[in-house]
Each structure stands twice: as C-alpha cells, then as structure tokens.
C-alpha cells in the first residue's frame, strides 16, 4: 500500500534532530519534487531554505576548485541541509544530487532562526547538532593529516561502532575521501585481510579482529 506523503512527513519530522522539536507543521513548508539525478538548490522562491528530506536518497558531494568530487554522505528520510550557515550565510562547498526520485520540505532560513533565537531550549538543540557535524569534520581533517596511508585506512575502520562497515559509493570515492590512491586503498584492504584482520567485498569490508587492529594503529603511529 502507498504510504500518504503526509505520513511520510511526518515521519522524517519525528526523526529529525532539529525538526522534531521546531514548531512548524506541513503547511509551513515548501515542497519540491525532484528526479533521479537532480542537482537541489539550496533556495525556495528567491529565499535561503533549509530542507528536510521527506522521501528518496541525495547524495552530498564535496566539490574541490578543480572540480574534483568526493562523496561526503548520503541523506535519506528526517536527514536536513541547509543548517550550518544559518547565522552566517557562507555559501555552501557541497553538492546535493538526487540519487533516486525525493520529495523535499523547505522551510525559509529566517523562519528557522527566528524559532531557535525565540526558545533558548530549541537553540540548544541546534547547537547539539551543529556540534556533531563539527565532529565529523575534525575526524575528516584527522584523516587527511595523516601521513600513513595504513593509519588512514585503520582510523577509517575503527571509527565505526559496527563491525559491517558499508561503502558510501565505490571504493575510489573510498580512497578520496582518505586522500590515497585506489592502488594504495586496495593493498592496505589485502594487507589486513591477508593478516585475518578484516574480510571485504566491493560494498563492505567486515572487522573479524578490532583488537588487533587497534594494535596495528598504535605499532604503525604516524
């Protein structure tokens, strides 16, 4: 049975971090219907807008000067964009592309934070998750600053509490995401495998031993 785009708004509200405490209810926002491959704006009728993913999968890009892409991650149902230049209004070094036919919400920017500046509760909460994408971000620098190649690869591995850890895109994606070259990405992968350290395919590489990858990293040090 066909779920109502009602429910499923609803549904990415509950899920989302910031949504599901802001005041605003469907009639409040904007939504834009976009295909398979479609580059998203990060404005709604002339205004800066955040965007709450509804229905589908985008995929953010990190976009270099020389047009070099990497993918950063992947956003589905209750995931937004839109939210890190709420008070500054830097532009975005991002690329949001549709990987599969999405329903997006849009709420102009100033309405956002006219909520948070109103409620120092919901401010707090924006503040939380701002927090988390700035940890995310020291991570990426950790790894990039490495000189390495293994220590990249390990660090990459050990930062995930699952012991499956599935592939955001190809393994190239993989290894510019690390700043490493396939050829270097694949023989670290080999040289763990080969020790019974991890087992992989092309869309995951599953951990047998944490322990004794944590101890690679430390014996190897940067």
Known sequence: MKVKLSDQFERAQQKSRLFSVLPFAENDFI?????????????????????????????????????????????????????????????????????????????????VVNALLSDS??????????????????????????????????????DSESAIIYFDGSKENLAKQLAMSRTALFREFKMLTDEGIVEYDNKHVKILNRKALQERFDKVGD
């Open 31 to 111: 939504k834009v219907e976009a295909g398979r491959g479609k580059q998203l704006c990060r404005s709604i009728e002339g205004r800066a807008g955040v965007g709450l993913v509804v229905r589908g999968k985008i995929n953010a890009f990190s976009v270099s000067q020389d047009g070099n892409r990497v993918l950063l991650s992947k956003l589905g149902c209750g995931d937004c964009f839109g939210v890190n230049d709420l008070f500054f209004g830097c532009d975005s070094v991002t690329e949001l592309i549709c990987a599969e036919r999405s329903v997006i919400f849009y709420l102009p920017k100033q309405k």
């Open 121 to 158: 509760r919901l401010f707090a909460r924006y503040a939380e998750l701002a927090d988390g994408k700035l940890q995310f971000l020291l991570k990426r620098i950790r790894l990039l600053t490495m000189t390495s190649c293994r220590n990249k690869v390990i660090e990459y591995l050990l």
